[in-house]
T-cell receptor, first 112, second 116 residues
């Protein structure tokens, strides 16, 4: 069964460092998303991406964040200068036009 | 405004009891999708069901059933004969697309404890 894969599964970083979280969406999907979940809280939308550009982003997705689809298969989330409050589980998701959304297993980011 | 409300923060039931998780949504769109996801203690999000706004048929899958009622903007989820493995956080989500906006928003989740 096709799946969304994310790497790394866990990353620990120092405050102020740059982090890149990687995602490989399902190959024929067109829509890509990043979500985050601070421990014990709800899943929050960060950004959606379609046709090689951001289609929607939340207020959380400030200038520290960027997304890219560099090679047609990977979908990356970059945090330029991490803060303590960026510690969370980050989920990548993809979907086709039918609306079913597939999530990766998440990347846990710990900022020290 | 687009919104998903899961009023039940936490529910505990004894194994084999039935339990219903409530989800109420708000949207101004006529075309939208509703989802339920399960998040077990391991943390991943497990897809359970998707419903589009034009399909109000209720669905049953094994011990799981879903009741979609547009009149009350609700999409409730029932587990019959609950089992300890059902213990998890359950999220209801709404996907809407308007112009170039494409977003899925989640409710705050309901933490379900199934007691042996």
């Amino acid at each position: 069964e096709p799946e969304v894969t994310q790497t790394p599964s866990h990353q620990v970083t120092q405050m102020g460092q740059e982090v890149i979280l990687r995602c490989v969406p399902i190959s024929n999907h067109l829509y890509f998303y990043w979500y985050r979940q601070i421990l014990g809280q709800k899943v929050e939308f960060l950004v959606s991406f379609y046709n090689n550009e951001i289609s929607e982003k939340s207020e959380i997705f400030d200038d520290q964040f960027s997304v890219e689809r560099p090679d047609g298969s990977n979908f990356t989330l970059k945090i330029r200068s991490t803060k303590l409050e960026d510690s969370a589980m980050y989920f990548c998701a993809s979907s086709d036009y039918t609306g079913e959304l597939f999530f990766g297993e998440g990347s846990r980011l710990t900022v020290l | 405004a687009q919104k998903v409300t899961q009023a039940q923060t936490e529910i505990s039931v004894v194994e084999k009891e039935d339990v219903t998780l409530d989800c109420v949504y708000e949207t101004r769109d006529t075309t939208y999708y509703l989802f339920w996801y399960k998040q077990p203690p391991s943390g991943e999000l497990v897809f359970l069901i998707r419903r589009n706004s034009f399909d109000e048929q209720n669905e049953i899958s094994g011990r799981y059933s879903w009741n979609f009622q547009k009149s009350t903007s609700s999409f409730n989820f029932t587990i019959t004969a609950s089992q300890v493995v059902d213990s998890a956080v359950y999220f209801c989500a709404l996907r809407f697309r308007m112009n170039r906006d494409d977003k899925i928003i989640f409710g705050k989740g309901t933490r379900l404890h199934i007691l042996p």
